[in-house]
């Protein structure tokens, strides 16, 4: 009788966890919406401080260096820190460090108080997205990929509004008013108050209550999850050291190439992110219905004959090349993020933190490494190398079977 009521009460907790509130979801995808915005004002304006502050290549690099460390190596230990002990206000704490920034970086007068302005708006980031990711694998029921394409694509948005914002206001009245778009983390503030409310009374329960359904599964031996894990972060970095030659230095190979003006850059790269956030939403659901590891193979590879044939594109061309790049390539990250937590079930913050903080460090390099290599060979000969990043997509097909397991052992066909 006793065994039977613990069976009922858990299937009833199991239900309740597999009931999807889009409510949160979507409150927290425009958060990080805004906060992606805020983030990516940085590489948008970097054309005026390279003509404002006399910058070379390699010091734009830096600039991106020292803004994506920041916003990756904390990423991983608030993970961490979070699934040992949750912390509800650290998701609206986290915005005081994105307005900080944004205000230093208005008033900033010389490169070193630019790197600190740099550095405090990747530490926002870096509290804001492993704990925001938690949030949304708490209100996603089943449907984890969904919820993760639905919070990432605020953050593409906000990537994509980063540049037009930048084209139609701060090209205008100039690096002072980004102060202005500092008031969007007060708006994101108060937004976040009212999610982690909902965290610390329900999303807890049903966090809980996921990682119980989740230990019914078979787990995978420790060498593949190993093996795993090492692909995932292959793949990312394939992924985000192309992603980081486009975001970083797109605007400047425009320019350069094809001599447009900075505005019309700037609403190419818009093009690219605004197809970027239209693949993410896109990756996340397809891995539900196909699978994770099909998506994730198509996404890298797929993107080959594109990145291959951008080098040698005109300006008529260049536009609809790097829109298919970065619709294709954006929708691998959903897949990713949970197929990781999906090989190390239990561990939400920890690998988010982890895939986030990777892309944001991965990135950094990737962006100081390439802005370094162009000061010595020329941006046009980075991108035909950098093309032949998505070949690393062939290492998805080595990937472990983990939902073919998972269904197994719970008794599907």
């Known amino acids: 009788m006793e065994e039977r009521v613990m069976s009922q009460s858990s299937g009833k907790a199991v239900g309740q966890a597999d009931q999807t509130v889009f409510a949160v979801i979507l409150a927290i995808s425009f958060c990080h919406l805004l906060n992606d915005m805020m983030q990516s004002l940085l590489p948008a304006i970097y054309p005026d401080l390279k003509t404002n502050f006399g910058l070379s290549f390699g010091q734009i690099g830096i600039v991106s260096l020292v803004y994506q460390l920041t916003a990756s190596i904390l990423q991983p230990l608030v993970g961490l820190y ?72 605020g953050g593409n948005s906000g990537q994509a509004l980063g540049p037009l914002a930048a084209a139609l206001v701060v090209v205008r009245w100039g690096q002072s008013s980004l102060v202005f778009f500092a008031l969007l983390a007060l708006i994101s503030g108060a937004i976040l108050w009212n999610v982690g409310t909902w965290y610390k009374h329900h999303g807890l329960a049903r966090l809980s209550d996921g990682a119980a359904h989740e230990a019914l599964r078979a787990q995978l031996p420790s060498g593949s999850v190993k093996r795993g894990m090492a692909l995932l972060l292959a793949l990312v970095f394939s992924k985000y050291v192309y992603l980081a030659s486009l975001t970083s230095y797109f605007t400047f190979y425009l320019i350069h190439r094809f001599g447009v003006s900075v505005q019309s850059a700037q609403l190419e790269l818009f093009a690219f992110l605004a197809a970027a956030a239209v693949g993410t939403i896109l990756g996340g659901p397809l891995g539900d219905r196909i699978g994770r590891k099909r998506v994730i193979w198509f996404s890298i590879l797929g993107t080959l004959p594109f990145t291959l044939a951008l080098p040698y594109a005109n300006l008529f061309w260049t536009g609809p090349l790097v829109v298919l790049i970065g619709l294709i390539l954006a929708s691998a990250f959903p897949a990713m993020v949970v197929f990781a937590q999906e090989l190390v079930p239990g561990k939400v913050g920890m690998i988010s933190g982890l895939f986030f903080g990777l892309a944001f460090g991965l990135g950094g390099l990737g962006a100081a490494g390439l802005g370094a290599l162009a000061d010595v060979i020329g941006l046009e000969r980075v991108y035909g190398l950098c093309s032949f990043l998505p070949l690393i997509g062939l290492l998805a097909a080595l990937l472990p079977d983990v939902e073919r397991r998972a269904a197994k052992s719970l008794g599907h066909p």
């Not at 492993?130 to 969904?146: I, N, T």
């Open 82 to 153: 979070a699934d040992r002990r949750p912390t509800p206000l650290a998701l609206p704490g986290g915005t005081v460090f994105s307005l900080a920034g944004l205000v230093v970086l208005s008033i900033a007068h010389s490169y070193a108080v630019l790197l600190i302005g740099a550095g405090l708006l990747g530490v926002g980031s870096s509290v804001f997205h492993p704990e925001s990711s938690r949030v949304a694998r708490m209100a996603a029921g089943g449907r984890h990929g969904l919820a993760q394409s639905l919070f990432q694509v």
